[in-house]
């Protein structure tokens, strides 16, 4: 499954950017996020609790940074197993565009997979789930980013 969008964000690119590599800030972010932990450089652990459909499940995980362009790019992957559910794994090409001083365009192609009972809901619903989430990421990220760009 892929999947591509933009969201403009009322901050500089460095302030977008260091929100991008801030753990505090994508725990806050990712829906249903439990636990963001850094283990190494560019790397992370995490806990997520989502629900697709009548499957509700608990991934725990690793979140890789990769391909590092400061202040431009990068490429967040991700891979998790829900136990019985099954697995995810994915990522996403995360790129920024400044529009002038106080604004930057956050663009990002998405690409995941995912096996076991979650499989099994259909392609639909899985890409429907995979959309909202995506989509909550970056409305949330965009609302916090903003806020401290705004506070300071």
Request: with cysteine.
């Given at each position: 499954?892929?999947?591509n ?26 829906p ?17 609790v ?16 990769s ?27 995360v ?31 899985i ?14 990220f965009?609302?916090?980013?903003s ?6």
């Open positions: 499954m892929q999947m969008d933009s969201q403009r964000i009322p901050a500089s690119r460095e302030q977008v950017w260091a929100a991008l590599n801030d753990p505090a800030v994508l725990k806050q972010c990712i249903g996020c439990q636990s963001l932990d850094v283990t190494a450089p560019n790397e992370m652990t995490a806990t997520v989502f629900k697709v459909g009548p499957v509700k499940a608990t991934f725990s995980g690793k979140v890789t940074l391909d590092l362009d400061p202040p431009n790019a990068y490429r967040i992957s991700g891979e998790g197993s829900g136990g019985v559910a099954g697995f995810a794994k994915g990522g996403a090409l790129r920024l565009e400044s529009q002038g001083a106080d604004v930057t365009v956050l663009h990002y192609d998405v690409d995941a997979q995912i096996g076991g009972k979650l499989a099994q809901l259909g392609a639909r619903l890409n429907s789930t995979a959309t909202k989430l995506a989509g909550e990421f970056f409305k949330s965009a609302d916090v980013v806020a401290k760009a705004e506070a300071g």
